[in-house]
């Protein structure tokens, strides 16, 4: 008898474990249904192929909120100093488009290149990488030789 009661007694558990689970499921799809969606219209990725050291790269991720609430850009960071985010500080309406700007200076930085920009946004997940790469040509450099000749 005791069996049969402890049998009852889990079956009910996990029965009860199961609603709760579903009824948490189904509030967390409808809350993230609710939140703003970071829609690139392009790519998370733009190569600049291939320049001159010192030369200067820009480019705009052009986004839209595919959600229902207003997206808002908390922050944005680079991988490195050379790489500066512009973004909008309002929030961005439904359906609205925007963008955000960055711009790479190749100064000292030869060889290949591929920069991180973290955005954070009060979306799911809760930041969004995108990805400026290519390649930068060394500068020439003067000649050791040339330069003594002309100190002459």
């Given at each position: 008898m005791k069996k049969i009661a402890l049998f009852a007694f889990?079956?009910?558990a996990v029965a009860f474990s199961g609603c709760s689970k579903n009824?948490?499921?189904g509030e967390q799809k409808q809350a993230?249904?609710?939140l703003p969606v970071f829609a690139l219209i392009d790519s998370t990725e733009y190569n600049f192929g291939t320049i001159q050291e010192g030369a200067i790269v820009e480019h705009e991720f052009k986004f839209r909120n595919d959600g229902e609430y207003p997206l808002i850009l908390n922050n944005i960071s680079s991988?490195?100093?050379c790489t500066t985010p512009e973004w909008p500080k309002d929030p961005i309406g439904p359906k609205q488009t925007s963008s955000i700007k960055v711009r790479f200076d190749s100064k000292h930085?030869?060889?290949p290149q591929v920069k991180t920009i973290t955005v954070y946004?009060?979306?799911e997940p809760a930041n969004i990488e995108l990805r400026?790469?290519?390649i930068v040509n060394?500068?020439?450099q003067p000649a050791a030789a040339d330069s003594v000749t002309a100190n002459k």
């Open positions: 889990l079956g009910l009824e948490k499921n993230n249904s609710k991988s490195c100093g930085k030869a060889g946004a009060n979306t400026l790469k290519g060394a500068a020439p």
